[in-house]
C-alpha cells in the first residue's frame, strides 16, 4: 500500500515533528494541524507539509482532516492532568475520547491504516492515571477490528526538545542540590529519532499491522543516574539526595502548582512505581528497519551541552563523539 497523504495528529510536537520531518524525506504528502499555526513553523518549509489551524477535538474539524488524508498517525499525549478516577478528565479527553474519535472518523471515510503512539506499562491495572488512561486508548482502537492498527509503546523519549532530561539540565541551573523521590526507578530511554524512523518504516509495511511494538534504548538507567548524567552534561554536576516516598508525594504535589504548568506530579510518582524497561530478552523488531538503537551517551551530551555557553567545548566534543 502507498499511503500518498498522511495526517499527523499531534504533528507539530516533541515526537510528531520528527515524524513529519522524515515523511516529507520520503516524499510523502503531510497534513498537520495545530491550534496556533505559528507554533508550528518549523514544518511549514518541509516539502510536501501542510499546516491548517483546527481544533482536533472538535467532532466536525476532526473529520475533515481525516477525509481528505488515506492513512493517520496520533502522537498526541499529555503528561498531567486533573485528578480522578480511573484517571482524571484531562487524560480522559486526550488519551481516550480522542483515540475514540479518531477512529468513528476513520470509519466513516473508509481510512484504514493507523499508527497510534501510547506509553510502555500502559494496563488498565497500572498505579497511575497515566497509564490506565493510555491503556484504555489502546482497547478503543483495538475494539475496532476494521482497523490496519499498530501501537508503539515507547519508554521516555529523549531529544534535543524533551521534558524530561532538558528538566534535570535546567534545575541544576538554579539549585546547587537536587532532591528527588523515586531515585532507583528504572528508564530505558529511546531516541526520538529512532522512534520517529520506527513509525515511519511501519506505516506501509504489512507484517506491522495489528501489532503493538515496545519501543526501549540499549540500556537501562536509574533516575538518579539519569539526573546525574543530564546535570554532568550541562556542565553543572550536583549532588542528588534521596527523598523517602512520603516526601516525593508532598514534593510533587507542591511542583504541581509550579508556575506554567506543573514540572512533576504524584501522578508522575505513581508512574514511576513500575520499570519503564523492557523484558530482559527484547529486541527491537527486525520488520521496524532499526539495526542499531542511539545511546544516550551519543546524542544528549550535545543538546544539554547548549544550556550552558560554559559547556561549548563539551559540545564540539560530543559533536566529534571524543
Known amino acids: ?21 522524515k515523511l516529507a524525506a520520503r516524499g510523502h504528502s503531510v497534513l498537520v494541524p495545530t491550534r496556533r499555526r505559528e507554533r508550528a513553523k518549523h514544518l511549514i518549509m518541509l516539502p510536501g507539509v501542510e499546516v491548517i489551524e483546527a481544533n482536533i477535538f472538535e467532532r466536525t474539524s476532526l473529520l475533515s482532516l481525516i477525509a481528505q488524508c488515506d492513512a493517520v498517525i496520533n502522537c498526541v499525549g499529555i503528561l ?8 482524571g478528565p484531562d487524560f480522559a479527553k486526550v488519551h481516550v475520547d480522542l483515540p475514540r474519535q479518531i477512529a468513528s472518523g476513520m470509519k466513516t471515510h473508509g ?6 503512539l501510547s506509553a510502555l506499562g500502559a494496563s488498565s491495572e497500572a498505579p497511575s492515571m497515566y497509564l490506565r488512561s493510555k491503556a484504555d486508548g489502546e482497547a ?16 521516555v523519549v529523549f531529544g534535543p526538545e524533551d521534558s524530561f532530561m532538558n528538566l534535570f539540565a535546567r534545575l541544576a541551573r538554579y539549585l546547587p542540590i537536587l532532591v528527588l523521590g523515586n531515585t532507583e526507578a528504572r528508564f530505558q530511554p529511546v531516541y526520538v529519532e529512532d522512534v520517529a524512523l520506527a513509525c515511519v518504516n511501519a506505516l506501509e509495511n504489512r507484517a506491522t499491522y495489528k501489532k503493538f511494538y ?24 550536583r549532588v542528588i539526595i534521596g527523598l523517602p516516598t512520603v516526601l516525593a508525594r508532598l514534593q510533587a504535589w507542591l511542583l504541581e502548582f509550579a508556575p ?20 530482559a530478552d527484547w529486541k527491537m523488531a527486525p520488520e521496524l528497519g532499526i539495526k542499531r538503537l542511539t545511546p544516550l551517551e551519543q546524542e544528549a551530551p550535545v543538546y544539554l551541552a547548549l544550556l550552558n555557553p560554559r559547556s561549548q567545548y563539551n559540545r564540539f566534543r560530543a559533536r566529534a563523539r571524543r
Open 80 to 87: 498531567h492532568s486533573r485528578r480522578g478516577e480511573p484517571y
Open 1 to 21: 500500500m502507498n499511503f500518498q497523504r498522511i495526517l499527523v495528529i499531534g504533528g507539530s510536537g516533541f515526537i510528531g515533528r520528527h515524524i513529519v520531518a
Open 214 to 237: 515496545k519501543l526501549c534504548g540499549p540500556k537501562v538507567y536509574t533516575l538518579r543516574e539519569l539526573v546525574q548524567f543530564a546535570c554532568s552534561a550541562s556542565g553543572r554536576p
Open 140 to 155: 478503543v482502537l483495538k475494539a475496532e477490528h476494521d482497523l490496519d492498527l499498530t501501537i508503539f509503546r515507547p519508554s
Open 260 to 279: 506554567g504548568g506543573p514540572l512533576m506530579s504524584r501522578d508522575n510518582i505513581d508512574s514511576m512505581k513500575l520499570p519503564n524497561i523492557a523484558p
Open 111 to 116: 481510512v484504514k491504516r493507523l499508527l497510534h
